[in-house]
């Protein structure tokens, strides 16, 4: 475990405050899902969990074939598809349509991939303004943060703390009241939404026969953060496919379920290109941002393809005891709880954070709650036996360059070479076969061992080359 990581969860467990905010709220949320999930409320609700698992798991097994014809049907609607392998490259698009605009201020709504992709500080670093306008979003930009909570990402926040948030960075009064700080960031926030030259969103999911994307809220910031500007633009990860309208129906029943304990989240926008010449609002220019950033990766293995299937509801989260224990801030990466520390190392690898899927009780909880059926304690104890093979290359690794750096020193000391000669010699005698199976470590030193396996070396002579030629 790295000091960072262990200084993170030493001070989460240290402070008392943060541990009931933590608690709390996840408890709220988790209770609020059992409710909803229940028999007797959604009997079909397991059913609904493995037609999701099969719908996913057919997308992403033919994911070529549905980014292809959703490519396809957004420019039929007037909309334009960029690839982006990283980060990098979804900056530099953004800047310079930007740039080509005159664009100053960008607006978004809530995207984890935008927040994995560091895509505001990219392009803050190049005098462009974005805005964040959830107000969870909102409150840990102004902070300085990282997401705490795939859903909440301020979950960690009281009140107070909002409060003095607000008073020392937008100059308002100190107001603790909810109603009232929620009043002070909107009106804040719409001059934004008026201002606005670019909005940018996310998308939950991706529809591959209409090329519509799907955006799911409760506070209808995505509706203005996209329709107000007159370019928008959707960062989306090419795992959000799925390949029909009728399949939205399976998912939405159990995302807001899932998420928040809603039976249906506020607002759910299908937005399918730019404004047509009939209608009043909406952009000038449409563009769906498809990102890869390590996700073509994961195809390669079926078993960690099911990573892939993650719908970003985080209830997994607030199941998990580990979680509700040493919280989001603790994890390396902007994705915490279990599907964190399964994430998180595939698409960074293990080497990130070695510790990482450790961090588990494995007592299941986070795969009996995850609406797609991801099988994350299986892949926790995948990534175990990874992080232990690493360690075990690096050990033989160091071993055999210490067993280099000998022999060089050896054999560039011509009198310590004869006599370790002298030495193999009476140890191995010319009639002992075999010798070299017998040698301590050896057949368990990495490089040597299958070598050794089926071959040996003929035992050394009795006299060296060197004491036959002063004997001539």
Known sequence: MSAEFQQHIHDTLADGRLQSAVYTSTGRLKEGRSAVVAHDVL????????????????????????????????????????????????????????????????VKSKSMLTEEIDLNERLERHGLESVETDLGEYIIQLAHERPYHIVAPALHKTREQVADLFTARLHVPHETVIEKQTATARAVLREKFLAADIGISGANFLVADSGAIVLVENEGNARLATSAPKIHIAIAGIEKIVPRAQDLATFLKLLARSATGQLLSVYTSFLSGPRRPDEIDGPEEFYVVLVDNGRTRLLQEREKRQSLYCIRCGACLNACPVYRKIGGHSFPWVYSGPIGAILTPQFLGVQREPALPFASSLCGACAEVCPVKIDIPKALLDLRCEVKKAEMREKQNRLEKLAFRVFAWVMSHPRIYEMAGRMAGSAFPEENAGWLRRVPGLMNFGPMRAWADQRDLPPPPARSFREMWRRR
Do not use: M
């Not at 396809?72 to 800047?95: I, P, Q, T, Y």
């Open 43 to 106: 009997p079909d609700y397991q059913e609904l969990r493995t037609q999701a698992n099969a719908i996913k798991k057919h997308a992403i097994e033919n994911l070529d074939h549905y980014l292809e014809e959703f490519e396809r049907n957004v420019e039929a609607h007037g909309g334009r598809v960029v690839w982006c392998k990283d980060g990098s490259e979804v900056a530099d698009f953004v800047l310079e349509l930007a740039k080509e605009r005159g664009a100053r201020l960008i």
